[in-house]
């Protein structure tokens, strides 16, 4: 009884305790971001240093503004020149480029279901068995035709396999084009999936899991 208990506790909370650690994480990133130009302006007007939900409730406010001018720039002539100044530099930065390089076609992969490489982008949900024999997991084809880094290499497929709650977070496996299946799911699906934790599924998504040995 009191084990019961516990258990029906435990999984009541969790959800609770998991969105206020995120948001305590979302937090600490933004005051992380914001902190020093915030105390320096304090220190300015010689005013004490402000505490820790001052600075979130500034950083946060900061962070709104930053969007909006970000999205203002895009939306004109200067602006987008600007902002492709700013990424043609990015992309020459020894070390930044390849961090900044990666990031970007993967959320551009993830938006529109292409990448830059012409490669075949997140619009293809796969099954494929991983990590080890025997589990299988969802991912997205990124790229049909591995000769690049092996001698039939034309033969694999490169599946992203995104992780939880993050999806940009993830891994990229090569796999036999003959042991991935196609899923009737959208890439969309597949992401709400993934970042649920596997708990939202579709009800039309039917997976055949049947694997050529």
Known sequence: MIRRYLLAGLFTLLPLVVTIGILRWIFDALIGIFKSPLVLGYTAMQLPEPGYWTLAFFSAIATVL???????LVGNFIGRQLLLWLDELMLHVPVV???YGATKQLINAIQSGQNDNGGGGFKEV?????PHPGSFTLGFVAHRDCS???EGGERMIAVYIATAPNPTSGYVVMVEAAKVRPVPMSPDQALTWAVS????????AKIPVTFIE
């Open 197 to 204: 934790g596997g708990i939202i599924i579709p009800n039309s």
């Open 126 to 130: 796969v099954l494929v068995e991983w």
């Open 97 to 99: 480029k390849g961090i």
């Open 66 to 72: 930053l969007l909006m001018l970000v999205g203002a």
């Open 148 to 150: 690049w880094a092996m």
